[in-house]
């Protein structure tokens, strides 16, 4: 389990949590590098179809009406990690996590994230962007080990699992409508 993990002994849970900072950042940074060869060619209007439709099916999932497969490399980090050390194999274990490509991802919400940066975001929101993507997987993390009780806190977050859910995507679609009227304006 990973909070049991030689990660969270000492001060390496500073590092893993530096390390998905890190990870999201990175993430965030090479999504607007790879978009800049797709902005040229797409339009916003076609932008804005992909990124409502994306969201229309991830929203959907996230409600519970039908399950979606999207890609993800659903396995975790090898425990070879841990063994570098308890701040490098803590950094890059964070890092990996961070980035959102090595590990799995619960929600469907970081790919609509990913797809704005793509196709619609300059750098500072690339930035911005995916340091609140590191950010959120280190604030989930972080409130499981400070609760104390790890597996009470599984409980309460098995039994609200749904309402967080429609939650985070009402919450999502509220976020990128602005982003995506503003792209249709111009």
Excluded: K, Y
């Amino acid at each position: 389990m990973l909070l049991s993990s030689s990660v969270w002994r000492g001060n390496a849970r500073w590092w893993f949590s530096g390390g998905l900072l890190a990870g999201g950042v990175t993430s965030g940074l090479v999504a607007v590098v790879v978009g800049s060869l797709f902005r040229p060619v797409i339009t916003p209007i076609v932008a804005v179809v992909l990124i409502v439709a994306l969201l229309l099916a991830v929203a959907a999932q996230e409600v519970g009406l039908f399950t979606l497969s999207l890609p993800q490399n659903a396995r975790q980090v090898p425990q070879s990690i841990i063994q570098d050390g308890e701040q490098i194999g803590a950094l890059q274990f964070g890092f990996e996590m961070g980035t959102g490509v090595r590990t799995f991802m619960t929600s469907g919400l970081p790919h609509v994230l990913l797809l704005c940066v793509l196709l619609l975001a300059g750098w500072p929101t690339a930035l911005l962007s995916g340091l609140a993507f590191g950010a959120g997987r280190a604030w989930m993390t972080l409130s499981r080990l400070w609760h104390g009780d790890v597996v009470a806190w599984d409980m309460a977050l098995a039994e609200c699992d749904r309402f967080i859910r429609v939650v985070l995507a009402g919450a999502a679609t509220v976020v990128v409508i602005p982003i995506l009227i503003a792209a249709a304006e111009m």
